[in-house]
Protein backbone atom coordinates (compact mmCIF):
# COMPACT_ATOMS: atom_id res chain seq x y z
CA UNK A 1 0.00 0.00 0.00
CA UNK A 2 3.39 2.70 1.19
CA UNK A 3 5.85 3.30 -0.78
CA UNK A 4 8.47 6.31 -1.04
CA UNK A 5 8.09 9.03 -2.86
CA UNK A 6 11.01 8.58 -5.41
CA UNK A 7 12.04 12.86 -5.02
CA UNK A 8 12.10 13.61 -1.57
CA UNK A 9 11.38 17.28 -2.41
CA UNK A 10 7.91 16.02 -3.65
CA UNK A 11 6.92 15.25 -0.04
CA UNK A 12 6.50 18.80 1.00
CA UNK A 13 3.67 21.26 -0.41
CA UNK A 14 6.11 23.99 -0.90
CA UNK A 15 7.54 22.55 -3.69
CA UNK A 16 5.03 20.10 -4.85
CA UNK A 17 1.01 20.89 -4.44
CA UNK A 18 -0.21 17.67 -5.34
CA UNK A 19 2.31 16.58 -1.84
CA UNK A 20 -1.02 15.96 0.63
CA UNK A 21 -1.86 12.24 1.38
CA UNK A 22 0.63 10.91 -0.96
CA UNK A 23 1.99 7.32 -1.44
CA UNK A 24 4.48 7.53 1.52
CA UNK A 25 2.12 9.34 3.95
CA UNK A 26 0.41 6.73 6.84
CA UNK A 27 -0.72 10.04 9.05
CA UNK A 28 -0.57 13.53 8.54
CA UNK A 29 -2.55 16.55 10.09
CA UNK A 30 -4.94 18.19 7.66
CA UNK A 31 -4.86 21.89 7.17
CA UNK A 32 -7.10 23.87 4.04
CA UNK A 33 -6.54 27.44 3.04
CA UNK A 34 -10.10 27.29 1.70
CA UNK A 35 -11.77 26.18 5.01
CA UNK A 36 -9.30 29.25 6.56
CA UNK A 37 -7.43 26.16 8.45
CA UNK A 38 -3.54 27.42 9.26
CA UNK A 39 -0.61 25.32 10.05
CA UNK A 40 1.09 27.55 12.63
CA UNK A 41 4.00 25.63 12.44
CA UNK A 42 4.71 27.48 8.76
CA UNK A 43 6.16 30.66 10.56
CA UNK A 44 8.37 28.86 12.95
CA UNK A 45 10.93 27.60 10.57
CA UNK A 46 11.23 30.85 8.85
CA UNK A 47 14.33 32.53 7.11
CA UNK A 48 12.94 36.26 7.33
CA UNK A 49 12.15 38.82 10.23
CA UNK A 50 8.49 38.49 9.90
CA UNK A 51 8.00 40.19 6.49
CA UNK A 52 6.05 38.72 3.49
CA UNK A 53 8.05 38.14 0.79
CA UNK A 54 6.26 37.74 -2.31
CA UNK A 55 6.23 34.38 -4.02
CA UNK A 56 7.40 33.09 -0.84
CA UNK A 57 4.56 33.31 1.10
CA UNK A 58 3.44 34.40 4.34
CA UNK A 59 4.44 35.08 7.98
CA UNK A 60 8.23 33.40 7.74
CA UNK A 61 9.24 34.33 11.47
CA UNK A 62 13.19 33.96 12.40
CA UNK A 63 11.86 32.35 16.24
CA UNK A 64 14.09 28.94 15.38
CA UNK A 65 15.21 26.59 12.97
CA UNK A 66 17.70 23.89 12.42
CA UNK A 67 20.43 23.97 13.74
CA UNK A 68 23.72 25.35 11.71
CA UNK A 69 25.44 21.96 12.64
CA UNK A 70 22.74 20.05 11.74
CA UNK A 71 22.80 21.49 8.70
CA UNK A 72 26.20 21.19 8.30
CA UNK A 73 26.59 17.53 8.45
CA UNK A 74 24.37 16.84 5.38
CA UNK A 75 26.38 15.58 1.95
CA UNK A 76 26.31 18.28 -0.30
CA UNK A 77 24.86 15.27 -2.89
CA UNK A 78 21.93 14.62 -0.30
CA UNK A 79 19.02 15.99 -1.98
CA UNK A 80 17.30 16.19 1.62
CA UNK A 81 19.10 19.28 1.67
CA UNK A 82 16.85 20.82 -0.93
CA UNK A 83 13.99 21.60 2.01
CA UNK A 84 16.48 24.28 3.47
CA UNK A 85 15.77 27.79 2.20
CA UNK A 86 19.56 29.43 2.15
CA UNK A 87 18.85 32.59 -0.24
CA UNK A 88 16.32 34.26 -1.75
CA UNK A 89 15.88 38.07 -3.39
CA UNK A 90 13.79 40.56 -1.96
CA UNK A 91 13.08 44.12 -3.11
CA UNK A 92 16.15 44.02 -5.58
CA UNK A 93 18.54 42.52 -2.53
CA UNK A 94 19.78 39.23 -1.90
CA UNK A 95 19.89 37.67 1.40
CA UNK A 96 22.44 34.38 1.89
CA UNK A 97 22.57 32.54 5.15
CA UNK A 98 26.24 31.55 6.14
CA UNK A 99 27.20 29.67 8.49
CA UNK A 100 30.48 31.28 9.44
CA UNK A 101 28.02 34.33 10.50
CA UNK A 102 27.79 31.99 13.61
CA UNK A 103 23.90 32.61 13.95
CA UNK A 104 24.28 36.16 14.27
CA UNK A 105 22.29 38.32 12.44
CA UNK A 106 21.73 40.07 9.78
CA UNK A 107 24.92 38.34 8.58
CA UNK A 108 27.11 39.17 6.30
CA UNK A 109 25.20 38.76 3.68
CA UNK A 110 21.58 40.14 4.80
CA UNK A 111 20.46 36.74 5.96
CA UNK A 112 17.99 38.08 8.81
CA UNK A 113 17.39 34.41 11.23
CA UNK A 114 20.00 32.06 13.09
CA UNK A 115 19.88 29.29 10.98
CA UNK A 116 18.35 28.11 7.64
CA UNK A 117 15.18 27.99 6.95
CA UNK A 118 13.17 24.61 6.57
CA UNK A 119 10.47 24.77 3.84
CA UNK A 120 8.72 21.54 5.30
CA UNK A 121 6.28 23.52 6.13
CA UNK A 122 6.20 26.64 3.89
CA UNK A 123 3.36 27.18 1.62
CA UNK A 124 4.66 29.19 -1.19
CA UNK A 125 1.22 28.55 -3.35
CA UNK A 126 -1.56 29.81 -1.45
CA UNK A 127 -0.75 31.53 2.09
CA UNK A 128 0.50 34.94 0.83
CA UNK A 129 -2.86 35.66 -0.49
CA UNK A 130 -4.64 34.17 2.06
CA UNK A 131 -2.43 34.45 4.91
CA UNK A 132 -3.73 30.80 5.87
CA UNK A 133 -0.74 28.78 5.30
CA UNK A 134 -1.99 25.04 4.56
CA UNK A 135 0.80 22.80 4.23
CA UNK A 136 -0.03 19.62 6.33
CA UNK A 137 1.89 18.36 9.11
CA UNK A 138 3.14 14.51 8.70
CA UNK A 139 2.74 12.14 12.05
CA UNK A 140 4.42 9.31 10.29
CA UNK A 141 5.88 8.47 7.08
CA UNK A 142 6.54 5.32 5.43
CA UNK A 143 10.59 6.68 5.62
CA UNK A 144 10.29 6.21 9.72
CA UNK A 145 8.81 2.63 9.48
CA UNK A 146 11.49 1.45 7.17
CA UNK A 147 13.91 3.18 9.77
CA UNK A 148 11.71 1.50 12.57
CA UNK A 149 12.00 -1.96 11.36
CA UNK A 150 15.82 -1.28 10.41
CA UNK A 151 16.66 -0.38 14.51
CA UNK A 152 14.52 -3.35 15.63
CA UNK A 153 15.92 -5.96 13.30
CA UNK A 154 19.35 -4.94 14.31
CA UNK A 155 18.85 -4.81 17.55
CA UNK A 156 17.56 -8.32 17.17
CA UNK A 157 21.17 -9.32 15.32
CA UNK A 158 19.30 -9.13 11.16
CA UNK A 159 21.87 -6.56 10.22
CA UNK A 160 21.53 -7.75 6.48
CA UNK A 161 17.96 -7.03 6.99
CA UNK A 162 18.12 -3.88 9.43
CA UNK A 163 20.78 -2.65 6.32
CA UNK A 164 18.67 -2.98 3.01
CA UNK A 165 15.59 -1.09 4.69
CA UNK A 166 18.19 1.35 6.23
CA UNK A 167 19.92 1.59 2.29
CA UNK A 168 16.25 2.33 0.97
CA UNK A 169 16.12 5.42 2.83
CA UNK A 170 19.55 6.56 2.60
CA UNK A 171 19.70 5.96 -1.47
CA UNK A 172 16.47 7.91 -1.95
CA UNK A 173 18.29 11.00 -0.43
CA UNK A 174 20.67 10.14 -3.88
CA UNK A 175 23.32 8.70 -1.91
CA UNK A 176 25.45 5.43 -2.58
CA UNK A 177 24.42 2.34 -0.61
CA UNK A 178 25.95 1.85 2.44
CA UNK A 179 28.33 -1.04 3.25
CA UNK A 180 28.14 -3.69 5.67
CA UNK A 181 29.12 -2.37 9.18
CA UNK A 182 29.27 -3.86 12.96
CA UNK A 183 25.51 -3.43 14.90
CA UNK A 184 26.53 -0.72 16.75
CA UNK A 185 27.93 1.22 13.88
CA UNK A 186 24.95 0.28 12.48
CA UNK A 187 22.89 1.20 14.99
CA UNK A 188 24.48 4.98 14.74
CA UNK A 189 24.15 5.20 11.18
CA UNK A 190 20.36 4.43 11.60
CA UNK A 191 19.97 7.40 14.28
CA UNK A 192 21.96 9.51 12.34
CA UNK A 193 19.37 8.92 9.09
CA UNK A 194 16.41 9.58 11.16
CA UNK A 195 17.78 12.88 12.06
CA UNK A 196 18.21 13.75 8.50
CA UNK A 197 15.43 12.57 7.00
CA UNK A 198 12.99 13.89 9.93
CA UNK A 199 14.83 17.31 10.98
CA UNK A 200 12.25 19.48 11.93
CA UNK A 201 9.32 17.19 11.82
CA UNK A 202 9.72 16.79 16.03
CA UNK A 203 11.36 13.34 16.16
CA UNK A 204 14.94 13.94 16.90
CA UNK A 205 14.59 14.81 20.48
CA UNK A 206 11.77 11.65 21.25
CA UNK A 207 14.90 9.33 19.35
CA UNK A 208 17.33 11.08 21.65
CA UNK A 209 15.67 10.63 24.77
CA UNK A 210 14.53 7.06 24.43
CA UNK A 211 17.82 5.88 22.86
CA UNK A 212 19.62 7.43 26.04
CA UNK A 213 21.27 9.85 23.77
CA UNK A 214 19.94 12.92 24.77
CA UNK A 215 22.27 14.08 28.01
CA UNK A 216 25.49 13.61 26.14
CA UNK A 217 24.75 14.71 22.68
CA UNK A 218 23.21 17.65 24.40
CA UNK A 219 26.50 18.37 26.54
CA UNK A 220 28.41 17.94 23.53
CA UNK A 221 26.09 20.19 21.08
CA UNK A 222 26.43 22.62 23.85
CA UNK A 223 30.05 22.47 24.51
CA UNK A 224 31.03 22.78 21.11
CA UNK A 225 28.79 25.91 20.40
CA UNK A 226 29.97 27.65 23.29
CA UNK A 227 33.57 27.26 22.08
CA UNK A 228 33.29 28.71 18.79
CA UNK A 229 30.83 31.39 19.81
CA UNK A 230 27.45 30.44 18.31
CA UNK A 231 24.18 32.77 18.78
CA UNK A 232 22.79 32.41 22.11
CA UNK A 233 24.79 29.32 22.92
CA UNK A 234 25.70 28.93 26.69
CA UNK A 235 27.05 26.10 29.31
CA UNK A 236 24.49 23.72 29.68
CA UNK A 237 23.76 23.56 33.40
CA UNK A 238 20.92 20.34 33.12
CA UNK A 239 22.36 17.60 31.90
CA UNK A 240 18.17 15.59 30.91
CA UNK A 241 18.15 11.84 31.34
CA UNK A 242 16.17 9.06 29.97
CA UNK A 243 14.04 8.84 32.70
CA UNK A 244 12.75 12.90 32.18
CA UNK A 245 9.38 13.06 32.74
CA UNK A 246 7.16 16.11 31.92
CA UNK A 247 5.25 17.85 34.92
CA UNK A 248 1.69 17.39 34.86
CA UNK A 249 -0.17 20.72 34.10
CA UNK A 250 -0.69 22.07 37.53
CA UNK A 251 -4.50 22.91 36.56
CA UNK A 252 -5.27 18.82 35.94
CA UNK A 253 -3.40 17.87 39.31
CA UNK A 254 -6.08 20.88 40.25
CA UNK A 255 -8.88 19.44 39.27
CA UNK A 256 -8.09 15.69 40.13
CA UNK A 257 -7.11 15.36 43.85
CA UNK A 258 -5.94 11.36 42.80
CA UNK A 259 -3.09 12.47 40.63
CA UNK A 260 0.45 12.78 41.74
CA UNK A 261 2.74 15.43 40.31
CA UNK A 262 5.75 13.62 38.79
CA UNK A 263 8.51 13.80 40.92
CA UNK A 264 11.55 16.85 39.65
CA UNK A 265 13.88 16.18 37.05
CA UNK A 266 17.44 15.44 38.39
CA UNK A 267 20.53 16.34 36.20
CA UNK A 268 22.15 14.24 34.41
CA UNK A 269 25.21 12.46 35.30
CA UNK A 270 27.47 13.94 32.87
CA UNK A 271 28.35 17.19 35.07
Known sequence: ??????????????????????????FELQFSAEAKQ??????????ANSFTIPGYGYMFYHRFGPSIYAWESYDKKDARRDAFVTEFFYNGTKYEFLAS????????KNWVSATPGNAKFYDYQTSADLKCPSANIYMLRYSEVLLNYAEAKNKLGSSDEALDKLNMVHQRAGLPALDNMGQDKLDEAIFQERGWEFIGEAKLYYDELRT?????????FMK?????????????????????????????VDSNPALEQNPDNLSGPLN
Open 1 to 26: VYSLVSNYSDLWYAFNINAKNNQESI
Open 38 to 47: ANWCHQMFGF
Open 101 to 108: DNGFYPGK
Open 212 to 220: DRLGKRLKE
Open 224 to 252: RGVAEGMYLFQELQFVPQKSFLWKIPQSD
